[in-house]
């Protein structure tokens, strides 16, 4: 097989659509230069390539890909007339991971390999510039000693050893920019960080080219299972198989002075969606300091440019002398740029994200991609693609990420609270959205408080966990391409970058903003949509939907089969999930009623009653509150199913276990404390998620039975007079066995008959069950003789399938993910292959009894979209979510159906 893939000169001999065997890059660089884009010569190694040697080491990959890539590099020397370690013409390279999925800054890259004390000396008078070449001399070896030769810091505290030296020469020298190092301090710098290497590792620097080349490849592949790759994985659902491919690649240079720069652009905003070149630049760089955020870098265009700098507060005068855009400063190299963002997205029909280096005037593309962005953006975008007829419906629909909509269902601040606010700082807008929480100084602390803002000077991939915790980012360096705005984009979190206004102290835990010092602790608030950052809280609201985005819930509609119904228990969430777009109720948790206010009172009444007669009276009492909760939950869903489920919970949850309330409850019913002390005792078990609960309540007490039913039937027809079309739906929890569902439904089929006649009036109603317990799945068949439908309540199926107690799971699981016995928490997202087989199975047995059974899922997976989909293709009638997950799993439903 083939292992590594050549391109350059207008010729390539991979493809976009090879990105698995290629990576993304590598499939884009070969087709960049199939569509005429400029791009440096280079080969790309394939993912398979890294696989083996993940599993069977670096000699096996290395003799696999040994002429090939002797060839490959052949083909860059004839392309741009240079050779490996030559004194004249030395061919310089790039080395760079990429995988099948874009992984912002996960793993390594290498720049300027192939330097050595000969190649500077070719470098330097190909250039007539010594300090150019041995300054890219001195960044290879500290690069190369970081992460191949492994002499990048561990701990957050270390500074790198290269750093250290730098610093040390500075001081030596009476200086404080890098740039004010001579040609001759350089050439010092060089020996002592090859000496450096030499101490910490016992190993000399590799001069050779050749092995400093196979040391790169091998240290890219190694990247792959690097801590923080792993973590990023984790959290993007990335397989490990996938692996990495590697990229080399001719260097161009965009430090080679003031006609030289580099920079990265967007063809549309990744924050908003506008259809706006964008992007940031620095002139006499390299790539890696535009995404560091070291230096305050440049807009592209004027128009940004003007945008950028009254966001900052800067003056035009000093903007035009200073921070003048690609546009202003190039204006040939900013033509040929721009109309290549055309053209690449014109080609690949999303937005790109590209990264370029002009080189003495001329243009070089590194890489395009398809661009990170907001939810907002994801919607603006690919509405914006259908209606400029770019893409067509379907396609538009499966662009989009469901879980993504959740940011445009999320707070923002409140218009009053804000306009009481006092800013302290001002940042760049990098993602989108509110924040309030307590500051924090390090990723490793951000789970210290319930809502946390994490506060640093820059952020680097090592602070994802931290990043992924916390409410919002707020940085002090760094542009809108820096890490921290990329990866925050990404994840949809709130940030702020580039606030230069702030002063930060890790010592002592705090910054100073605006004349005020704030400290670990300390509230502020972040809005990610303007950079501005706020002292203390400031109360959040929920945003509007309308627009694009009741344009995706329409097509969503268009292309689903699958409807979705919502998991609420109140009017007001009937309510929410109505304007979401919920088609009805899957699940209302009738317990939820029982424990406010007065009611709780009522059912430990109930509770505690010695015998029935005492029951009955306690429930008569609960039986208008339920009554009057349905009413306005039927209302609230008029036209629609409305699945009322019956008590669930074992009773011991409605008890008090303290002392106080304990004896309150006593002199409220005029016992002994003794006796509610005891009867909690009697309540208590030891697997009360597997004791008496759910339907072995309603069978061991029919009584509660009967009151639910009536409160339901009674409802109904109070609202039939009233012109209102309820449809209820009455579900019995927790069934194993056929026997326990046709008690219940005897129950309630006596009680609507009873109510029927005592009211003069009928209505229609369901009766079903959910499918909770594997014995009931098993059985499907039988319980369909009975059941008019079927919901699979899979947070208990998940549990009983497993035999992971859901309350107990969290100790263990977070382990289990971590070492890959779990690829995900099965709470969450449904373990298709085993719990999924029950829901399979007792969706077509149950059909074979009764064709017509309706079946849907009311369980946590309800509204995560990968479960969604199982759905869909099993043959379920909907899904049922909590309401603000309405819109996604509408999305989602829609999605599987294409
Ligand atoms: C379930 O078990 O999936 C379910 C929806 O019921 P509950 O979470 O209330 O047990
Ligand atoms: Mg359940």
């Given at each position: ?241 996938w692996g990495t491919a590697v990229n080399v690649q001719a260097m ?424 509610i002390r005891s009867k909690v005792a009697e309540l208590e078990e ?207 439903a829609a999605q599987a159906n294409l």
């Amino acid at each position: 097989a083939k292992n590594v893939y050549k391109f350059g000169n207008g010729q390539a001999e991979g493809r976009a659509d090879m990105r698995n065997l290629l990576g993304g890059k590598g499939a884009n660089l070969a087709e960049m230069n199939l569509i005429g884009v400029p791009v440096p010569p280079g080969f790309t190694i394939t993912t398979d390539v890294c696989t083996t040697y993940t599993k069977e080491g670096r000699d096996a990959a290395l003799k696999l890909i040994n002429d090939e890539v002797k060839d490959a590099v052949a083909h860059i020397e004839e392309l741009t007339g240079t050779k490996f370690g030559d004194k004249e013409n030395p061919c310089l390279v790039s080395v760079r991971s990429g995988a099948r999925a874009s992984m912002p800054g996960m793993m390594d890259t290498i720049l300027n390999l192939g330097l050595n004390d000969m190649a500077v000396e070719g470098m330097t008078k190909k250039t007539g510039n010594a300090r150019f070449g041995w300054d890219s001399y001195r960044r290879f070896i500290q690069m190369y000693g970081d992460v191949v030769m492994d002499l990048k810091p561990k701990n957050k505290e270390d500074i790198d050893p290269f750093e250290e030296i730098i610093e040390a020469m500075k001081e030596e020298k009476g200086i404080e920019q890098d740039t004010e190092f001579t040609v001759d301090d350089l050439k010092v710098l060089v020996l002592r960080f090859k000496e450096a290497i030499k101490n910490e590792t016992g190993k000399e620097f590799p001069t050779d080219p050749w092995e400093q080349l196979w040391g790169a490849i091998t240290a890219v592949f190694d990247s792959w299972m690097n801590d923080r790759a792993i973590l990023y994985r984790r959290l993007n659902n990335i397989p490990e198989e996938w692996g990495t491919a590697v990229n080399v690649q001719a260097m161009v240079f965009g430090n080679m002075g003031d006609n030289s720069a580099t920079g990265v652009a967007f063809t549309r905003d990744a924050a908003t969606g506008e259809d706006l070149f964008n992007g940031e630049y620095l002139i006499n760089a390299q790539g890696e300091d535009v995404v560091a955020g070291i230096r305050t870098p440049q807009q592209i265009t004027k128009e940004g440019s003007l945008r950028w700098a009254k966001l900052a507060g800067i003056s035009e005068e000093e903007r035009v002398s200073k921070f003048p855009s690609l546009e202003e400063s190039m204006p040939a190299a900013y033509k040929e740029l721009n109309e290549t963002q055309h053209k690449l997205e014109e080609h690949y029909q999303d937005m790109q994200d590209l990264e370029f280096t002009i080189q003495e005037g001329k243009l070089w593309l590194l890489q395009t991609r398809n661009g990170k962005r907001t939810g907002a953006a994801m919607v603006k975008i690919a509405m914006d693609m259908l209606k400029e007829g770019k893409i067509d419906e379907k396609t538009a629909i499966l662009r989009l990420e469901a879980n993504k909509l959740d940011e445009l269902l999320h707070p923002i601040f409140d218009t009053k609270a804000l306009e009481q606010a006092t800013v302290i700082a001002k940042g760049l807008p990098a993602s989108p959205g509110a924040a309030t929480g307590q500051v924090v100084f390090f990723a490793d602390e951000a789970e210290k408080y319930e809502n946390s803002i994490l506060v640093r000077i820059e952020t680097s991939p090592e602070d994802l966990e931290g990043m992924n915790v916390a409410r919002g980012i707020l940085t002090a360096r760094g542009g809108m391409t820096s890490h921290a705005a990329v990866v925050a984009r990404g994840m949809g979190k709130c940030c702020v970058s580039g606030t230069g206004g702030i002063k930060i102290d890790y010592k002592t835990r705090s910054f100073v903003a605006d004349g005020k010092t704030y400290k670990e602790g300390d509230w502020i608030s972040l809005n990610g949509s303007t950079g501005e950052v706020y002292d203390g809280k400031v109360i959040t609201k929920n945003p509007d939907l309308s627009g694009d985005f009741g344009h995706i819930m329409d097509l969503s509609d268009k292309f689903t089969r699958m409807h979705v119904r919502t998991n609420a228990d109140t009017p007001k969430d009937a309510q929410v999930a109505r304007n979401f777009g919920a088609q009805g109720i899957g699940l209302c948790r009738t317990e939820h009623m029982f424990f406010e206010g007065e009611r709780i009172k009522a059912m430990r009444e109930m509770i505690l009653a010695s015998d029935e007669e005492g029951r009955r009276k306690a429930l008569d009492k609960l039986l208008p509150y339920q009554r009057e909760d349905f009413e306005g939950i039927f209302e609230a869903m008029a036209g629609y199913g409305v699945t009322v489920r019956l008590l669930d919970p074992p009773l011991h949850e409605f008890v008090p276990h303290q002392q106080a309330t304990q004896k309150e409850l006593a002199s409220e019913m005029g016992v002994a404390i003794d006796v509610i002390r005891s009867k909690v005792a009697e309540l208590e078990e030891f697997n009360p998620m597997l004791g008496h609960r759910g339907c072995r309540l309603g069978n061991t007490y029919p009584e509660i039975t009967e009151m639910q039913a009536r409160a339901i039937i009674e409802a109904a027809l109070n609202l039939k007079a009233k012109g209102v079309d309820a449809r209820p739906e009455i579900m019995v929890p927790l069934v194993g066995t056929i026997k326990e569902l046709k008690l219940q439904a005897d129950i309630i089929n006596e009680v609507a008959e009873k109510v029927f006649e005592e009211k003069g009036a009928r209505i229609d109603y369901k009766v079903g069950t959910m499918i909770e317990v594997p014995r009931a799945a098993l059985t499907a068949d039988e319980i369909a003789d009975v059941a008019e439908f079927f919901s699979f309540g899979t947070n208990d199926l998940t549990q009983m399938t497993f035999g992971y107690s859901r309350d107990d799971a969290g100790k263990f699981l977070p382990i289990y993910i971590k070492k890959g016995i779990l690829k995900n928490d099965p709470f969450q997202v449904l373990d298709q292959q085993g719990v999924g087989q029950l829901v399979d199975l007792a969706t077509k047995r149950g059909r074979e009894t009764n064709p017509k059974l309706k079946v849907g899922i009311c369980g946590e997976h309800g509204g995560e979209p990968s479960s969604v989909e199982f759905c869909n293709g099993v043959g379920l009638d909907y899904v049922s979510c909590s309401p603000y997950r309405v819109p996604i799993a509408r999305l989602a439903a829609a999605q599987a159906n294409l």
